[in-house]
């Protein structure tokens, strides 16, 4: 995992194939929002680590990871682009069984908003909290 861009405002990582970068981002979330409460930090690393895991398992690469503080918002955002614009994501189903097919459905329940930007040649899938 690489830092290929960096801002005032917000970071961007490039990430590869594997799972480690999971934990990698996991751990430099955590880092660079030293100032989030305990409970609203857990909340934007469970948000980043469903949306990095849809990214890793079922989207193509080049993937990137966004990490941004909208201080005129009071939000933190963390974003996950990958290179397949026509699959968006889809919410699992309650209670269903596994613990597979629920990232979507945890994001929904813990981020203030989340959403899909879709483009001509990637997505972006975002949530946010409330700092």
Do not use: C
């Not at 861009?5 to 934990?23: A, E, G, I, N, Q």
């Amino acid at each position: 995992m690489d830092v290929v861009r960096r801002s005032s405002d917000h970071v961007d990582f490039d990430l590869d194939d594997r799972r480690p970068s999971v934990r990698r981002a996991r751990r430099w979330i955590t880092a660079n929002v030293p100032d989030l409460d305990q409970s609203t930090r857990l909340d934007l690393l469970m948000i980043a680590d469903a949306l990095l895991t849809n990214a890793i398992e079922h989207a193509t690469a080049p993937r990137r990871l966004r990490l941004s503080r909208l201080r005129d918002r009071h939000v933190v955002r963390v974003e996950v682009f990958d290179a397949s614009p026509q699959l968006l994501p889809v919410l699992g189903k309650p209670g269903g069984r596994g613990l597979h097919h629920r990232g979507l459905l945890l994001v929904n329940r813990l981020a203030s908003r989340w959403g899909v930007d879709p483009r001509a040649r990637y997505k972006a899938v975002w949530g946010e909290v409330v700092v």
